[in-house]
């Protein structure tokens, strides 16, 4: 389906861009993707998201929309009919919107805090990190996807972790998502990257360990 | 209209928790509230926000929702007949929740962040935060409210600035909404507190400036 000239900014190295672009690929949505040069922000970036400067922005003609998860909600409303990502009741969308917050205000912060200790510190900060995956097991439950059957918003909210979490295990030498205490988690982040639509879009692996590898040296040093 | 035992935790004087009230009175669904002591956590909060521990929390029956705003949009989806607080166009709905979020991650923790600053540092802070509420006057032109000729989600995410901003100001000794730059944003705080059911559920200034106070003075002591 033709998206109206819909143009995504995003960053090749970016989870938050990618999550727009499966919603679009579930979606069926054509669209155009631009990637940013954060370190040199673009004139266009800056006009269309002058508050934060930061992608992913969404252009849909010339009505730019930012923010990961605004933009996923933008999405299912303006497509209603193709693939629903966010689920139908009221409950069950509070729910989700409730857990993706979670993600991005503490789940990912925990995760992504303990990129920046070494020894000690770092077993600890990991501790607290995996302390925050845990309510995502009793998601899980009887259930293949967050989404049910299928992968949906909080699929897409989460994915990150698929991808993006093992190379930071690696790089750590820590294991966050285990699979003897969190075997459903675990058995999600095996499936996720195998669906077709995430598996065609994988930041390419040679470029995206050492990208990690430089941010670790960079927080390490300043930390 | 019942609210099907619809109970609301919230504190007395949290503008979160307000924003839920508001929200219920423009839908004109009846709730109970119930005010929780936050030194003293309650086993019914813990257990209905087991993850934040933290008010507000809607209670539909006995299915627990918690954080203000999706709490809003919960509430907008389950009685979408009565007064819809959202707008009905789906880029217009993106802006909203864009400029709330805006509210919560960026514009309250600026101008409470000046609440532990003295001197120098809290002048310094002060312009910082007269500084994020800059694009709010935009969003107002050429409106009465934010939601347009009558108050909506946005009005009610902004809504704690025209009431405990003023006293914060009163207290530091600083303007943040000056009538000379923001005349718009200082007309709208002027009228919002204004509107009946606004008016009467306002928290008592009697007891919200001696809290404030007390708040101002452990912050201040403890940075």
Known sequence: MAGDGLKLLGMWASPLALRIEWALKLKGIEYEYVDEDLNNKSERLLKYNPIHKKIPVLLHGDKPVPESLIILEYIDETWKENYPLLPEDPYERAMAR??????????CPALFGTFSKTGEEKVKAAKEAQETLKPLEELLKEKRFFGGQTIGYLDIAFGWMAIWLPLVEEILGVT???????????????????IPLVKERLPPREKLVPKLKAFRESVVSSS
Do not use: G, I, M, R
């Open 176 to 194: 966050f998502v285990d699979e003897s205490t969190l075997p459903l988690l675990h058995a999600w982040c095996q499936e996720f990257p195998n």
């Open 98 to 107: 409730f857990w993706a917050k979670y993600n991005d205000d503490k789940l």
